[in-house]
């Protein structure tokens, strides 16, 4: 006996072995057909084999009650022909059903299917054969009369709510969305009734044809007819759910059905449920062991990633093509490319380009990376272009206007004041920067998401003023850090020194958090009276740099941890003795010790205490000097054509000037002097000679440099390496993570190369020439044991050339 367990795990043998039973007489291959045609998925043929075997009466009856899925299978079974299974009766009047029409658990024929409802018209109990305006039914004798013609009702309506739009172009819609003429009625009765459908209330649509009739009026040019935002999360997008009578997105569907998990107890939609009806994730349903396949390549029972004509393939045996791209060379795993037939990498495929023949920036679709080809240039007589109605420009469009014309439709919805109907000044030009961007559906994409249209409509809307301190009330994040870079980018808002500016707002938090009078008063001297006034000394008018703000940021940290270590012990820095002192820095990290002396040192010379807290001396680098790596680097980077120029340079000048990551992002193109056939490159006072090729991957970094940012960023640029803010250099962490990737770990490289370079030249000359302390070129030379003592005595000593003489 097949029990619902065993249908559960094998539900084509299940399915296979009742139907057999029934009707032994069946071809078993003809069978597995039906089945395998009407069962669909897997689920749904899980459940129809559980069914079966709950009650396998239903093949011999006919008899509902029993799930739609039986129905079929009944049918298709009877249409191939076997005689022992029973058709399906209708429940009422027990007559043959020659198709599926469910109310409850149980199947009707259609004249039993249609109850008997009040007429609203008659107050007869008749079967209803339309529904009025109201959605009232109404019988075969008292329809509700409308003597005007529904499409000169619509076109009234669409065109008082967009006078733009001509009457063509709305009959054209119009044929497109409605295809019966009992749909035209009900739509112009409703939108007479509520025409504020189309201008924004669309959420409020009673079915989904009304924002059917509002995309495709969006898309054929219309300007006062609004895109409808979900009444859930509020963003403009697809909304094929209805809640509590208003239009929601699949996101929010998703949101309001989710319940705890059986089995994993994550709060999610259900995916399927098992057995005993416990709702399951996505997760568990595609874990669950009664899910798992055995994977036709190594035979194994996984999760099924694909399937092939053999069979299911698990992931760990997906098929991977190991060629050659191409696009850029390289031998890894590719795809095919659609429009060239030859294979093609996952980064050429999202990588953007101008293109070598028709000069627009689009992505690459065939070609080389030195002679990229976009789309149309690379299948000139397979594109078709297309004229967009907004712009009037020729493009590939799939339907209604180019990406283009889109964002400046998302863009008037978003910055268009609701109180006056026009956009702030002082917004356009922000407004201007995000329309003339050369890929258009970046800042599209950008704008969409929520939490930027969420700021964005704020600003527009006079809630928040378009300042520096109105943003810093926000709570900090990517979103609004971007946001800002984006208004300073398009003038919008002016120019400050970020890093500075976080680090004061994160300063004043940190000391009106503390609650000891008498110690928030002396972090308050600290922080702000010592460590902020002497980085603005040290930048003197410059920018403060990312690795700055992090020193300044931990002094200040080890201050106030130490100040609550006392608070703790009911101490202050007053009473401290030196064994408490001492119990701390023994416990406290190598940061926090070196951070806290500076504190204590601080505090001593306010007298604030009687502490002592030494300096400690540094007595050299503490890792290998590796200068046989150093230098095979040096030649990879200097050969290898393969590595981005922009990884290449910042290698080499760790490698060969030891300088920091922080000092590379740093680099504009001011620092770049050429002369002649020489290149020089300023990083300290003296500007340095650059060697071939190093001098050539310089000017060719200068020539293609582009950063990540499309939004705001004119190419004007002024640094060596933009980042992926606009009008921002690239972060130091990320242009370390970069060096790593290619195999370079500037920390111990720049000791590598500031050891050897100490060795052979004077602690003055590099100190000029790299632009570091002469005090720490000092500590470098006496590490490396470098001798410059007779040096000025040795110069004074040469003897003079004919043109120092004359």
């Not at 069946?26 to 069914?51: M, P």
């Not at 890093?499 to 702000?528: F, M, N, V």
Request: proline residues 7%; hydrophobic residues 35%.
């Amino acid at each position: 006996m097949t029990t619902p367990s065993a249908a559960q795990a094998e539900p084509l043998r299940a399915i296979v072995e009742l139907v057999s039973r029934a009707d032994s007489g069946i071809d078993q291959d003809v069978l597995v057909t039906v089945i395998e045609r009407v069962g669909g998925g897997r689920a749904k043929r899980r459940r129809l084999a559980i069914d079966l075997a709950r009650d396998p009466s239903v093949l011999a009856t006919g008899r509902s009650p029993a799930s739609k899925a039986v129905g079929d299978l009944l049918l298709a079974l009877r249409a191939a022909g076997a005689t022992g299974i029973a058709p399906p009766l209708c429940a009422e009047c027990g007559r043959v059903i020659g198709s599926m029409q469910r109310r409850g658990d149980h199947w009707y024929c259609s004249p039993c299917f249609t109850r008997p409802k009040t007429c609203a018209s008659c107050g007869s109990q008749r079967k209803p054969s339309f529904r009025d305006r109201n959605g009232q039914p109404r019988c075969s004798q008292c329809p509700d009369t409308d003597v005007r013609d529904p499409r000169l009702l619509l076109l009234d309506v669409i065109t008082t709510a967009d006078p733009t739009l001509t009457t063509d172009t709305i009959n054209i819609v119009l044929d497109k969305v409605v295809t019966k003429p009992a749909h035209l009625r009900k739509l112009a009765w409703t939108l007479e009734k509520n025409p504020g459908l189309l201008t924004g209330d669309g959420a409020s649509a009673p079915f989904p044809m009304v924002l059917r009739l509002i995309e495709e009026l969006c898309a054929a040019g219309a300007t006062s007819i609004k895109r409808p935002a979900c009444s859930g999360c509020g963003r403009v997008i697809a909304m094929s759910k209805q809640r509590d009578g208003q239009r929601i997105c699949r996101r929010c569907c998703a949101r309001a059905k989710a319940v705890p998990c059986g089995n994993c107890g994550r709060s999610s939609e259900p995916a399927a449920r098992d057995a005993d009806e416990n709702p399951l994730c996505s997760y568990c349903l595609v874990s669950n062991p009664i899910n798992l396949e055995e994977c036709v390549r190594c035979r194994r029972r996984q999760r099924v990633s694909t399937r092939g004509p053999a069979g299911p393939v698990c992931a760990s045996c997906t098929p991977r093509q190991i060629a050659d791209c191409s696009v850029c060379g390289r031998n890894l795993p590719c795809m095919t490319s659609t429009i060239t037939g030859q294979p093609w990498c996952g980064g050429c495929a999202r990588a953007w380009a101008h293109c070598s023949r028709c000069g627009q920036l689009a992505r690459i679709r065939a070609g080389t990376r030195d002679q990229p080809l976009c789309a149309t240039c690379a299948q000139p007589g397979n594109v078709t272009l297309k004229i967009c109605p907004g712009c009037g420009t020729d493009d590939r469009l799939i339907t209604g206007p180019c990406r283009r014309c889109h964002l400046h439709t998302k863009l008037n919805e978003l910055l268009t004041d609701p109180a006056t109907g026009t956009i702030r000044p002082d917004l356009h030009t922000f407004h201007d920067a995000l329309t003339d961007v050369d890929r258009p559906e970046s800042a599209l994409g950008w704008i969409r998401r929520a939490a930027v249209a969420a700021l964005i409509a704020q600003v527009a809307a006079g809630e928040r003023p378009l300042t520096h301190e109105a943003l810093d009330d926000l709570p900090d994040s990517k979103t609004l850090r971007h946001l800002r870079s984006v208004l300073v980018a398009a003038g919008a808002l002016p120019e400050r020194d970020e890093h500075l500016a976080q680090l004061e707002r994160w300063s004043g938090r940190l000391i009106s958090e503390r609650t000891d009078p008498q110690h928030k008063q002396i972090l308050h001297a600290y922080a702000i009276w010592h460590v902020l006034r002497r980085l603005r000394h040290r930048i003197h008018g410059t920018r403060t740099t990312a690795q700055q703000a992090t020193v300044a940021r931990r002094n200040i940290n080890a201050a106030a941890a130490f100040l609550n270590w006392l608070a703790d012990r009911h101490l202050d820095l007053g009473s401290c003795p030196q064994a408490a002192l001492d119990e701390w820095i023994s416990n406290a990290s190598i940061a926090q010790r070196g951070n806290t002396g500076n504190f204590v040192r601080w505090a001593k010379r306010h007298k604030h205490t009687r502490l002592d807290l030494p300096a400690t001396r540094w007595d050299g680098p503490t890792r290998p000097i590796d200068a046989e790596t150093r230098w095979a680097n040096a030649r990879r980077l200097l050969h290898d054509d393969a590595l981005n120029p922009e990884d290449r340079v910042a290698g080499l000048l760790v490698l060969l000037y030891a300088q920091q990551a922080a000092t590379i992002s740093r680099l504009t193109l001011d620092h770049v002097r050429t002369s002649g056939d020489d290149v020089r490159l300023l990083l300290g006072k003296e500007p340095v000679l650059l060697p071939e090729p190093l001098d050539t991957l310089v000017l060719q970094l200068v020539a293609t440099r582009r950063g990540h940012a499309t939004i705001a960023d004119n190419g004007t640029s002024p640094w060596l390496l933009p980042g992926g803010r606009p009008g921002q250099p690239i972060s130091p962490y990320r242009l370390a993570e970069r060096l790593h990737q290619i195999g370079i770990q500037p920390g111990p490289t720049r000791s590598t190369a500031l050891f050897q370079l100490a060795t052979g030249l004077p602690a003055a000359i590099l100190a000029r020439m790299l632009g570091i302390h002469i005090n720490v070129a000092v500590q470098w030379q006496h590490a490396s044991s470098g001798d410059w003592m007779t040096y000025a005595a040795d110069v004074s000593r040469r003897p003079r050339t004919t043109n120092e003489s004359s």
